[in-house]
């Protein structure tokens, strides 16, 4: 079973910045052909996908945190990156990865999430 460890989150101000990190317990060459993904659950609400990025390297963002949020990889590390800027408190939220391969299901066991609050 694959496992992922989330990093990196803390408190905020509204504005500031964050980068979080996952790393993934899969081989290099498995994380390499795999597609990475962050999501965030608040609250109340469902666990929403923010972010991913493909073995090819192309991202992808949901609406509200483009032109804010960069996702990146580094294959030799096996980790995912999301640096978050412009942090709003509706961005408040556990923040979780996964990987997938060829659009099929996310298949790593749900980490604990790394809590990112957004508030002055």
């Known amino acids: 079973q694959v496992q992922v460890v989330e990093s990196g989150g803390g408190l905020v101000q509204p504005g500031g910045s964050l980068r979080l990190s996952c790393a993934a317990s899969?081989?290099?060459?498995?994380?390499?052909?795999?597609?990475m993904g962050w999501f965030r659950q608040s609250p109340g609400k469902e666990r929403e996908l923010v972010a991913t990025?493909?073995?090819?390297?192309?991202?992808n963002y949901t609406d509200s945190v483009k032109g804010r949020f960069t996702i990146s990889r580094v294959n030799a590390k096996k980790s995912v990156y999301l640096q978050m800027s412009s942090l709003k408190p509706e961005d408040t939220a556990v923040y979780y990865c996964?990987?997938?391969?060829?659009?099929?299901?996310?298949?790593?066991?749900w980490g604990q999430g790394t809590q990112v609050t957004v508030s002055s």
């Open positions: 996964n990987t997938r391969l060829g659009g099929g299901q996310w298949y790593a066991n």
């Open positions: 899969i081989s290099e060459h498995v994380f390499s052909w795999n597609e």
């Open positions: 990025i493909s073995s090819g390297f192309s991202t």
